[in-house]
C-alpha cells in the first residue's frame, strides 16, 4: 500500500453536519415565496452539488421555467443562510479527536467543498480554526465543481504531493468520483449524508464507520 502524506477533506456531512442549518435557510426561503417546504431527511439527497443546484433542487418544477425565480430564491437562501451559518452547525462526533490525531503525526490536511468558496471559509474560521488546513477551498469560478477533478489537482499541486499519495475524504458519490477521477484514495464516511451502498457504486476503496478508523486502516501515518 502506498504512504500517505496528505489528506484532502470534503467538509459538509464529513466534517461537520450543517445539514439542520442548510435546510433550515432554504425552507425560509421555499416558505418566503409561497412553496412547499422539505423534511430535514431529504435534504441529505439535494445537498453536495453546489448551492445553486440545491436551489434548483427544492423549487417546484414550474418554478424551473423562470430563471429569474430562480435568481430571487437563490439570493435569499444566500442571504439567510450565510447569517445563520453555524446556529446550529457542529463537528461530527471524535471529529476534533481525528483532526488532533492526524496532526500530531504531521500529515498535511486540505478542505474542497462545492459550497461557495467564501460560506466555506467561514465556516472553517467558525469551527475548525484549531488546526491548520494547508488549503481551504470552497465552489469558485476558477474551477469546474466535483466531481471534476481539476480543484483536488490544483490542491495536490499546492501541497507538492502526487496525487496518487492523497487520501480523498467524503460522504457522497460526488467525493469518491473527485477522488477516482483525480487518482486519489477514496476514503467514504457512513455518518453523514449518503449511504455505504452509494458510496461503494462510486468506488471508494475503504468506507469506515468512525473517525478514528481513518487512522487505523492507512498506512503511512506513523511520523
Same mark, same amino acid.
Given at each position: 500500500?502506498?504512504?500517505?502524506?496528505?489528506?484532502?477533506?470534503d467538509?459538509?456531512g464529513?466534517l461537520i453536519?450543517s445539514?439542520?442549518?442548510?435546510?433550515?435557510?432554504m425552507?425560509?426561503?421555499?416558505s418566503?415565496?409561497?412553496y412547499?417546504?422539505?423534511?430535514?431527511?431529504?435534504?441529505?439527497?439535494f445537498?453536495?452539488?453546489?448551492?445553486m443546484?440545491?436551489?434548483?433542487?427544492?423549487?417546484?418544477?414550474?418554478?424551473?421555467e423562470?430563471?429569474?425565480?430562480?435568481?430571487?430564491?437563490?439570493e435569499?437562501f444566500i442571504d439567510y443562510?450565510?447569517r445563520?451559518l453555524?446556529?446550529? %452547525?457542529?463537528?461530527y462526533?471524535?471529529?476534533? #479527536? !481525528?483532526?488532533?490525531?492526524?496532526?500530531?503525526k504531521g &500529515?498535511?490536511?486540505? @478542505?474542497?467543498?462545492?459550497?461557495?468558496?467564501?460560506?466555506?471559509?467561514?465556516?472553517?474560521n467558525?469551527?475548525?480554526?484549531e488546526?491548520?488546513?494547508?488549503?481551504?477551498?470552497?465552489a469558485?469560478?476558477?474551477?469546474?465543481r466535483?466531481?471534476n477533478p481539476?480543484s483536488?489537482?490544483f490542491?495536490?499541486?499546492?501541497?507538492?504531493?502526487?496525487?496518487?499519495?492523497?487520501?480523498?475524504v467524503?460522504?457522497?458519490?460526488v467525493d469518491?468520483?473527485?477522488a477516482?477521477?483525480?487518482?486519489?484514495f477514496?476514503?467514504?464516511? %457512513?455518518w453523514?449524508f449518503r449511504?455505504?451502498e #452509494? !458510496?461503494?457504486d462510486a468506488?471508494?476503496?475503504?468506507? &469506515?464507520?468512525k473517525? @478514528?478508523?481513518?487512522v487505523?486502516n492507512?498506512?503511512g501515518?506513523?511520523?
Amino acid at each position: 500500500m502506498k504512504t500517505h502524506q496528505a489528506i484532502i477533506f470534503d467538509l459538509d456531512g464529513t466534517l461537520i453536519d450543517s445539514l439542520i442549518d442548510i435546510s433550515d435557510a432554504m425552507n425560509h426561503t421555499l416558505s418566503s415565496f409561497g412553496y412547499f417546504t422539505h423534511p430535514y431527511e431529504a435534504y441529505k439527497y439535494f445537498v453536495g452539488k453546489g448551492l445553486m443546484n440545491l436551489v434548483k433542487s427544492c423549487v417546484p418544477p414550474s418554478a424551473l421555467e423562470n430563471p429569474q425565480t430562480i435568481r430571487n430564491c437563490f439570493e435569499m437562501f444566500i442571504d439567510y443562510y450565510q447569517r445563520n451559518l453555524t446556529n446550529k %452547525t457542529q463537528l461530527y462526533p471524535e471529529i476534533n #479527536e !481525528l483532526l488532533d490525531t492526524l496532526t500530531s503525526k504531521g &500529515i498535511k490536511m486540505a @478542505i474542497l467543498s462545492n459550497k461557495a468558496d467564501k460560506l466555506t471559509k467561514q465556516i472553517c474560521n467558525d469551527l475548525l480554526k484549531e488546526w491548520q488546513f494547508e488549503v481551504i477551498m470552497g465552489a469558485t469560478d476558477d474551477f469546474p465543481r466535483k466531481p471534476n477533478p481539476k480543484s483536488a489537482l490544483f490542491i495536490a499541486k499546492k501541497l507538492d504531493i502526487s496525487p496518487e499519495n492523497i487520501l480523498y475524504v467524503g460522504d457522497s458519490n460526488v467525493d469518491m468520483q473527485t477522488a477516482v477521477a483525480a487518482e486519489m484514495f477514496p476514503v467514504g464516511v %457512513t455518518w453523514g449524508f449518503r449511504t455505504r451502498e #452509494e !458510496l461503494q457504486d462510486a468506488g471508494a476503496r475503504l468506507i &469506515i464507520d468512525k473517525p @478514528i478508523e481513518l487512522v487505523e486502516n492507512i498506512s503511512g501515518f506513523q511520523s
